[in-house]
């Protein structure tokens, strides 16, 4: 059983624990200790009220969820999410992510904590600008819609000038 996460940063063990696994890092004690069964789990992102984290499973293509009480993980739902962009909701009851993977329209999921139901809350489909190329959530607004970084096309460039000698 893990303890409480508060004020404990996770990260994932790159070059410190083979194979990768997620770390704990206490910062009084300084000591680090790897997550059970964390191996190929990656982009964890804690639950505000601290009770479980999210992350990315690549080894069994699903969003994975630690519960600190338990120390055990369970699937929320299947498909690799990109692991930064997983969110959680302020009250702790949803996690958000996105597919980024193998998806043209990279849609964005939200999926319930309490009984695992997945809805899907947008897609590149519904951007109504022509010029966008993709794009990534990156946080979530205080209402809890999607924030998202878009990446444009060159079609925004009118005009370039080059001065040659």
Same mark, same amino acid.
């Given at each position: ?8 940063? /996770? ?13 704990? %890092?206490?910062? @009084? ?32 293509? @699903?969003?994975? %969820?630690?519960?600190?009480? @338990? ?39 939200? /999926? ?27 946080? %979530? ?6 924030? /998202? ?7 925004? /460039?009118?005009?370039?000038? %080059?001065?040659?000698?």
């Amino acid at each position: 059983m893990c303890r409480s996460p508060v004020n404990i940063p /996770v990260f994932t063990g790159a070059r410190l624990i083979q194979p990768l696994a997620l770390c704990l %890092l206490d910062l @009084k004690s300084r000591n680090i200790t790897s997550l059970p069964d964390s191996a190929d789990i990656e982009g964890p992102q804690w639950s505000p009220d601290g009770r479980f984290a999210a992350a990315s499973d690549r080894g069994h293509q @699903k969003l994975a %969820l630690f519960d600190f009480s @338990k120390g055990t993980w369970s699937d929320l739902s299947d498909g690799i999410p990109y692991g930064w962009g997983i969110r959680w909701s302020a009250d702790s009851k949803n996690v958000y992510y996105q597919h980024i993977f193998g998806d043209q329209e990279q849609p964005i999921f939200r /999926v319930r904590i309490a009984d695992r139901h997945v809805e899907q809350v947008t897609s590149s489909r519904e951007m109504l600008r022509a010029d966008v190329l993709s794009y990534s959530m990156t946080g %979530l607004t205080p209402d809890g819609s999607p924030l /998202v970084s878009l990446v444009h096309s060159t079609s925004d /460039v009118y005009a370039l000038e %080059l001065n040659l000698p």
